[in-house]
């Protein structure tokens, strides 16, 4: 018995018979744009980031999702390289990585992950993997989830936690893991305080429960702590160890006590849900748009073919909104100049704010270095160092992105002013990456003689941080290839540090100790000023990709409601010197054609 074809879903066949119109209009530059619509809705994918501190149970989570081990899981630490799984009919897996600071993809067989996604196979990230990517067919994919398994952060008020922050606006969701050995930390929280303001959906996930005879009793005082920080979010408890178990042995029971059915049901419903919906509507509302826009062209040849006296004052008044329309796609355009405008002040407002916020930044860490006496202080210091300036970083990027919103909406009202409607979703939606924003730079002092001769060693620095930020979607990826390295910055470590070790507070010290403390100061502010010349440069260069993106959206949207006035003014020109015959024709023809548009409408409403 063959089982019943499943109903087409109502987006997709009214897209299959809106193009099927448009064919009839020629109107090739709509047909592009409802295939772009139709390409996001059929690869909507929904990007899930899981993230917490070292040997928490992060891989061992996703593992056990996937119902099988994929990513290596060690005694040893993860290297600094992130992972993304993502559905596929075959599996495969292909790490990105730089050579001589050009991008390569390499493939990857399954067994050779390992070598490139842990700290026994690549130690220390010699290898210069930027991203894995993994594609396999497991079930829990199928529905366009996307899981990011990061690198340990290593505590979450280092530098890790704020650069994955700046990733997370967008993200879909965020499940922080955390083991049931202790209570969640106060950084573990703060983070998660943070990201439920920048992220949609975030969850929190207690693994490791078959280690721990009180679990349940951590959990209780976890969710306590939650409940005081005013956090709201899901959190289940999990066992990777009974997960496994339980699927080698087909164990219902065993399974449902490894807490994986509530995982898998959660992140389903509260984070792939919502996220292929909301990817649908911005769909449904594109296409909707192509349709309004054939409407009014049909509508206006069918009027002035029902009433041909009114045939001479639609030519006039279409030809009238023509020039003004020519007036608006000028360079002296009121929406050009305001993006002109618009982008000029955007990157003035964040370059100051950028300036002030590092300034205050070296002002405290002036301050900080003053009452360091000791090489534990200057690690404590090192990592807070890197935490404030990649937050400063990412408020910038951050900015960035609002302000290019705010200022498309502000265009959308000039338009509208005109009393033109581009309509919404107009947009290429490209992806920009922001590349290699924090390089890999020395901060040593060019005076070494001033360093302890056995404590001198190399700087790490920090390693390619990198962001991806998008615009209007995420078309052509779905996430940025910068993003990993993002995620899994190093630490920093300036060589100063080494210099506050062993000295202790006597008088002929003092000198020396002054020394040292000026010489942190000088690799501090190398360090602020170095990143502050990059990250300049790429903000230059992401606020003109913005305008580009904006620019060609707007003119591309003026240019098609142009091409809809050209034909409908062509249309009527031509009936006119038709007969009689040949526009009742034409008429029925129109009618058809938009009740058919109207239809496809409707059902475009109904399927919101």
């Given at each position: 018995m063959t089982e019943p074809a499943k109903p087409a879903d109502p987006v997709a066949a009214s897209v299959a018979e809106l193009r099927a119109i448009i064919k009839q209009f020629g109107r090739d530059d709509l047909d592009r744009r409802t295939m772009a619509a139709a390409a996001r809705l059929k690869r909507s994918s929904t990007?899930?980031?899981?993230?917490?501190?070292?040997?928490?149970?992060?891989?061992?989570?996703?593992?056990?999702?996937?119902?099988?081990?994929?990513?290596?899981?060690?005694?040893?630490?993860?290297?600094?390289?992130?992972?993304?799984?993502?559905?596929?009919?075959?599996?495969?897996?292909?790490?990105?990585?730089?050579?001589?600071?050009?991008?390569?993809?390499?493939?990857l067989s399954p067994d050779q992950i390992g070598d490139w996604g842990s700290e026994l196979g690549n130690p220390g990230n010699r290898r210069g993997a930027e991203r894995l990517e993994v594609s396999l067919p497991a079930k829990v994919l199928a529905q366009g989830l996307v899981l990011v398994d990061t690198p340990g952060m290593g505590g979450l008020g280092a530098g890790h936690a704020a650069a994955t922050q700046a990733f997370l606006p967008f993200a879909d969701g965020l499940v922080l893991v955390s083991d049931a050995s202790a209570e969640l930390s106060a950084p573990e929280i703060e983070f998660m305080r943070q990201a439920t303001a920048l992220c949609p959906?975030?969850?929190?996930?207690?693994?490791?429960?078959?280690?721990?005879p009180s679990w349940?009793?951590?959990?209780?005082?976890?969710?306590?702590?939650?409940?005081?920080?005013?956090?709201?979010?899901?959190?289940?408890?999990?066992?990777?160890?009974?997960?496994?178990?339980a699927l080698a042995r087909s164990d219902r029971d065993l399974n449902d006590r490894s807490g994986y059915p509530a995982l898998i049901d959660t992140l389903i419903n509260r984070i792939v849900a919502p996220a292929k919906a909301a990817a649908r509507?911005?769909?449904?509302?594109?296409?909707?748009?192509?349709?309004?826009?054939?409407?009014?062209?049909?509508?206006?040849?069918?009027?002035?073919?029902?009433?041909?006296?009114?045939?001479?004052?639609?030519?006039?008044?279409?030809?009238?909104?023509?020039?003004a329309l020519e007036n608006v796609r000028g360079p002296g355009a009121k929406w050009q100049v305001a993006l002109n405008d618009g982008i000029g002040d955007l990157s003035n407002r964040v370059n100051f704010g950028m300036r002030g916020d590092f300034r205050q930044v070296t002002e405290e860490f002036d301050e900080r270095i003053e009452q360091m006496k000791t090489s534990q202080d200057w690690d404590v210091a090192s990592r807070d160092l890197q935490s404030a300036v990649a937050t400063v970083v990412a408020t910038a990027f951050n900015a960035v992105v609002d302000g290019a919103a705010e200022l498309r909406e502000n265009l959308i009202a000039i338009v509208n002013d005109e009393h033109l409607s581009i309509g919404p979703g107009i947009s290429a939606g490209g992806t920009f990456d922001v590349t290699q924003y924090w390089k890999e730079k020395s901060?040593?002092?060019?005076?070494?003689?001033?360093?302890?001769?056995?404590?001198?060693?190399?700087?790490?620095?920090?390693?390619?941080?990198?962001s991806g930020v998008m615009m209007f979607g995420m078309l052509g990826g779905f996430l940025p290839a910068a993003v990993g390295t993002l995620m899994a910055s190093n630490p920093i470590l300036l060589t100063a540090g080494a210099a506050f070790g062993g000295f202790q507070l006597m008088e002929e010290r003092k000198r020396r100790l002054a020394q040292r403390r000026a010489q942190a100061k000088n690799q501090t502010r190398k360090f602020i000023d170095n990143t502050q010349f990059d990250v300049g440069n790429e903000i230059a260069s992401l606020v003109k990709e913005f305008q580009r993106d904006l620019r060609d959206e707007f003119s591309s949207?003026?240019?098609?409601?142009?091409?809809?006035?050209?034909?409908?003014?062509?249309?009527?020109?031509?009936?006119?010197?038709?007969?009689?015959?040949?526009?009742?024709?034409?008429?029925?023809?129109?009618?058809?054609?938009?009740?058919?548009?109207?239809g496809v409408e409707q059902r475009l409403k109904a399927a919101q």
């Open positions: 990007i899930v980031c899981v993230v917490g501190e070292f040997k928490q149970g992060k891989s061992s989570l996703v593992n056990g999702l996937l119902g099988r081990s994929v990513l290596p899981v060690d005694d040893d630490l993860a290297t600094s390289v992130i992972t993304l799984i993502k559905h596929a009919e075959t599996e495969s897996a292909i790490v990105r990585r730089r050579e001589d600071g050009e991008l390569k993809t390499e493939s959906t975030v969850m929190f996930v207690q693994s490791k429960i078959d280690l721990y349940q009793r951590i959990f209780d005082l976890n969710k306590a702590h939650l409940d005081r920080a005013g956090l709201s979010i899901p959190m289940l408890a999990t066992s990777a160890a009974l997960r496994m178990s509507q911005r769909s449904v509302d594109d296409v909707t748009s192509v349709v309004s826009l054939l409407r009014a062209t049909a509508q206006e040849e069918q009027a002035a073919l029902t009433n041909p006296e009114q045939r001479e004052q639609a030519l006039v008044r279409l030809q009238g909104a023509t020039a901060l040593d002092t060019e005076d070494e003689g001033a360093v302890k001769r056995g404590f001198k060693k190399g700087l790490t620095g920090v390693r390619g941080a990198q949207g003026l240019a098609e409601l142009q091409r809809s006035y050209t034909e409908s003014i062509n249309q009527i020109k031509q009936s006119q010197q038709a007969t009689d015959a040949e526009n009742r024709q034409r008429l029925e023809q129109l009618n058809i054609v938009s009740k058919a548009l109207g």
